[in-house]
């Protein structure tokens, strides 16, 4: 799907930094980044490697990585609060669906600009 959306062929990713979870593991084979940035994951148990825990500088590094994705999350998670997101889209009309999008990420930015 996420292929679908940005054609591999282009280059869409060559100025930014990129923050990504484990789940778009290739994504370097794929894209082209000024930066990537993928957690360290937990090496599975074997008998050459008894201990699966990271190191704490590997620790640290996911820590920092998990500081700045979360406000991302925070903000996904925030526009999810209006329906049109998460409920199945039944209309046919292709640039409705972007119309939505594009409301909900305004009203999610009024409310966080207009907290007390």
Not at 3 to 8: Q, T, V
Not at 28 to 43: A, H, M, R, V
Not at 59 to 79: L, P, T
Request: glycine share 4%; aromatic share 12%.
């Amino acid at each position: 799907m996420f292929k679908k959306e940005f054609d591999p062929a282009l280059d869409w990713f060559t100025i930014f930094d990129i923050f990504i979870d484990l789940g778009y593991k290739g994504f370097d084979k794929d894209y082209k980044t000024k930066n990537l940035f993928i957690p360290n994951k937990k090496p599975k148990k074997s008998k050459s490697n008894p201990n699966t825990e990271l190191t704490q500088q590997q620790k640290n590094e996911n820590r920092e990585m998990s500081r700045k994705r979360v406000v991302v999350e925070n903000v996904i998670g925030g526009m999810k609060r209006f329906r049109c997101l998460v409920e199945r889209y039944r209309n046919h009309i292709p640039f409705v669906k972007d119309i939505l999008i594009l409301l909900a990420s305004g009203i999610w930015n009024f409310n966080v600009a207009n907290r007390v």
